[in-house]
């Protein structure tokens, strides 16, 4: 089972930091990371950066197209305004299949804010206690969405870049 994890650091450099780390614990397979991408929001900017983590991701690999649609929703759509409520709605409605809720959007939209940065994580097999041991000591917030084997699949067909 894969799962969507999403931490919250207290600076606009953290989830990069956080990324090398993880993919130094990837090479000694303790993490699988399956897809990653962060979003670093620097104090002053009106608006964050998205980055995918291609370079650590593996074959079956999300595009562009699910982080572009994610980050939108969360980041940028709110500019365009009352005319693409009903636009915005089908969108989230859609991510819901995939274990992505209208919760889990509001949390993460309140949540990741200007100072701040995000590193989305899908990963597959973790060796829970030898990451948290790499991570003693660092300070970030976890929002969390398990995805079940199921959604998964269905998040690979319909978003990585295999046709």
Same mark, same amino acid.
């Given at each position: 089972m894969a799962t969507l994890t999403v931490w919250k650091f207290d !600076? *606009?450099?953290g989830a990069k930091q956080a990324l090398a780390k993880l993919a130094e614990l990837q090479k000694?397979?303790?993490i699988e990371i399956k897809d990653a991408a962060t979003v670093s929001w620097p104090a002053g900017k009106k608006k964050p =950066? !998205? =980055?995918q983590a291609v370079d650590l991701a593996g074959a079956g690999a999300l595009d562009g197209a699910f982080w572009g649609l994610l980050f939108g929703? +969360?980041?940028f759509v709110p500019i365009l305004g009352v005319v693409a409520g009903a636009a915005v709605g089908a969108l989230t409605g859609s991510l819901s299949d995939y274990g992505i809720n209208d919760d889990f959007i509001k949390d993460v939209k309140s949540k990741v804010t200007e100072g !701040?940065? *995000? +590193?989305f994580l899908l990963t597959g097999n973790v060796t829970l206690d030898k990451v948290q041991e790499a991570f003693e000591g660092e300070t970030a917030e976890l929002i969390q969405s398990n995805l079940t084997n199921e959604q998964e699949e269905q998040l690979q067909a319909n978003f990585s870049g295999e046709s």
């Open positions: !600076t *606009a450099e000694q397979r303790l =950066k !998205t =980055k929703i +969360l980041f !701040t940065s *995000a +590193l």
